[in-house]
């Protein structure tokens, strides 16, 4: 069954540097996904992509986030100054144009931020 | 906005008894999709079951069915026969439903009920 394929599983860095979070989609999925879990606290929307650009944000995506497919097959998620508060499960997500079958989530990165 | 709601942090089930999980959510669309994701220990998120909000019948997976109360605006997952493997967060989560019937777009998740299943 195919499977979208997040790393590092995880990774710690420290305060003020930027990590780049990598995920690879399923080949004929088009929409793509981040989601973010703090530590026993709910599943939050981050931003969806789709035909190279961004097509919804929420209020967490701020300046400090950016995402990019940078070769076709990759989806990458770059924190640039990381913070304490981001410290948290990151799980990537796609989805075909038209599946009823919700998303498909990859395993997780989990960044811890000293 | 959308929001989800479980108001049961935590439940317990025999094996192999039954348990239901609860919630509820708000929105002012009519056509959407609802969805129960499992998170074990793993942390992976697995699609337990889904359910479109136009459909009248009861969505079911094997083991995993659902009530699902449009009007009430309720969707709770009914487990059967618990297995031990059955031992995770259980997530509920709403996606509207876009122009022309596409289906893609965020989820909204519900707080998360831990379940345990005691052999």
């Known amino acids: 069954e195919p499977e979208v394929t997040q790393t590092p599983s995880h990774q710690v860095t420290q305060m003020g540097q930027e990590v780049i979070l990598r995920c690879v989609p399923i080949s004929n999925h088009l929409y793509f996904y981040w989601y973010r879990q703090i530590l026993g606290q709910k599943v939050e929307f981050l931003v969806s992509?789709?035909?190279?650009?961004?097509?919804?944000k929420s209020e967490i995506f701020d300046d400090q986030f950016s995402v990019e497919r940078p070769d076709g097959s990759n989806f990458t998620l770059k924190i640039r100054s990381t913070k304490l508060e981001d410290s948290a499960m990151y799980f990537c997500?796609?989805?075909?144009?038209?599946?009823?079958?919700?998303?498909?989530f990859g395993s997780g990165t989990r960044l811890t931020v000293v | 906005a959308q929001t989800v709601t479980q108001s049961q942090p935590e439940m317990s089930v025999q094996e192999a008894e039954t348990v239901t999980l609860s919630c509820t959510y708000d929105?002012?669309?009519?056509?959407?999709?609802l969805f129960w994701y499992k998170q074990p220990p793993s942390r992976q998120m697995i699609l337990v079951i889904r359910?479109?909000?136009?459909?009248?019948q009861n969505a079911t997976e094997n083991r995993f069915s659902v009530n699902f109360q449009k009007a009430a605006k309720s969707f709770s997952l009914k487990i059967s026969d618990s297995q031990l493997g059955d031992a995770a967060m259980y997530f509920c989560a709403y996606r509207r439903k876009k122009a022309g019937g596409t289906s893609y777009g965020k989820l909204t998740f519900g707080q998360g009920t831990i379940l345990t299943v005691h052999p």
């Open positions: 359910q479109e909000a136009y459909k009248q």
């Open positions: 997500a796609s989805s075909e144009i038209s599946s009823n079958y919700g998303y498909t």
């Open positions: 992509f789709y035909n190279n650009e961004i097509s919804e």
């Open positions: 929105t002012s669309e009519s056509d959407y999709y």
